[in-house]
């Protein structure tokens, strides 16, 4: 009862605001009930819009020319030449793996192809020798067929003593970890004097370069929605607070679904530079679907009770104008507009001030609009 009575009081003093303010404005009001004049208020006609049909996922912005550095050679780290953001040249050293035992097995190989090296001459100058003695009849065809053989071992085994230290100064290569390209480092997880050896990517990482360049933005497209993907639609990358950082379009599809986020990978090319946007950034990825006409309001005309949205429409009742509430439901925002998705129809006049003082069914003189 309390609250109908302070309603009731707050309605009459401000239908006395709305004789007021009509008197001062020398205008004339159509009759609202016994004599008494509406609010006034301000219209504007609805009107249809082109609007986007979007959808807004997460997106990770990826480089095309993105190395995991693992280890090739299992060892303990003696040195680490980077940090993370440094920025590398294809080639340059990273780190340093305790190579002493490889370069021990090096000098081996040197040492073996050294020898084989001395009894491949010996057989070399050998065979001339006999060639000679058998070409003046001096020796048996065997004995030179001997000797030709035992040189042809003799080569077999130097030319497999040089590959196999060619081998192993290979594999001492691989103690130097070395950027693959120019690019920055990330994250680097390990320590001097860690251990480290060969396995998957996510146990054995010892950093990670990135071209931080051609970048692309990772996006996944439920299921459900993968049939109205297509190849240059439309996608806007946008902050947290909704601004646009780039707008790009949809340039790799692919065919199959991921098993873990039952989503179809969607990628689009970014090409921002590095002080907007860098690798393994999440951002928010505005897809659209389509463009299609729709009814938009300013977003001042849209009152909320009880969490629902709605608008009062100016309509005329029994020879006046009343304020009558219209439940709407709200789609994307298309600059300070609100489009409709249901709830008014082209050429409905919104009412778009005083709104916070109206009630369903109260009388309102239109002051513009």
């Known amino acids: 009862m309390k609250e109908s009575a302070l309603r009731n009081t707050i309605v009459g003093g401000l239908l006395l605001m709305g004789l007021v303010a009509t008197g001062c404005q020398k205008k004339d009001a159509a009759p609202a009930g016994a ?66 035992q490889q370069q021990a097995t ?23 020798r006999q060639q000679k003695l058998f070409d003046a009849g ?21 030319e497999s003593a040089v590959e196999s230290r060619k081998t192993q100064e290979q594999l001492l290569d691989y103690y130097t970890i070395k950027a693959p390209f120019d690019g920055i480092v990330g994250d680097v997880p390990v320590h001097v004097g860690d251990y480290v050896s060969p396995g998957s990517a996510t146990t054995a990482m010892l950093t990670t370069v990135d071209e931080g360049k051609d970048l692309e933005a990772y ?17 806007d990358l946008t902050d947290n607070s909704g601004n646009v950082l780039e707008k790009t379009a949809v340039s790799f599809i692919s065919p199959e679904v991921d098993p873990t986020l039952q989503g179809i990978l969607v990628k689009a090319p970014v090409h921002s530079g590095a002080e907007i946007l860098r690798t393994a950034q999440l951002v928010k990825a505005r897809v659209v679907w389509s463009t299609k006409p729709m009814a938009v309001v300013p977003v001042l005309a849209v009152t909320r009770q009880g969490g629902l949205p709605f608008v009062y429409v100016m309509q005329q009742q029994n020879g006046h104008f009343a304020a009558v509430q219209k439940a709407v439901t709200l789609g994307d925002t298309v600059g300070n507009q609100y489009s409709i998705s249901s709830g008014l129809s082209a050429g409905d006049k919104v009412i778009v001030s005083g709104t916070q003082f109206l009630v369903n069914g109260m009388p309102v003189i239109p002051i513009g609009g």
């Open 219 to 235: 996006i996944y497209i439920p299921t459900e929605r993968s049939s109205e993907v297509r190849m240059g639609q439309e996608v």
């Open 106 to 128: 090096v000098g081996q190989m040197k040492a073996t192809e050294r020898q084989k090296k001395a009894l491949y001459d010996f057989n070399t100058v050998e065979l001339g």
């Open 35 to 100: 004599g008494m004049q509406g609010l006034p208020v301000q219209t504007v006609a609805v009107t249809l819009q082109p609007v986007a049909q979007t959808s807004e996922f997460v997106a990770t912005i990826k480089s095309r020319r993105s190395a995991t550095m693992v280890p090739q050679v299992s060892g303990q780290l003696t040195q680490i030449l980077v940090r993370s953001g440094d920025h590398v040249k294809a080639g340059q050293p990273m780190m340093l793996i305790d190579p002493r």
């Open 138 to 158: 001096v020796t048996s065809h065997d004995a030179f067929d001997t000797e030709q053989q035992a040189f042809q071992n003799a080569k077999a085994d130097y």
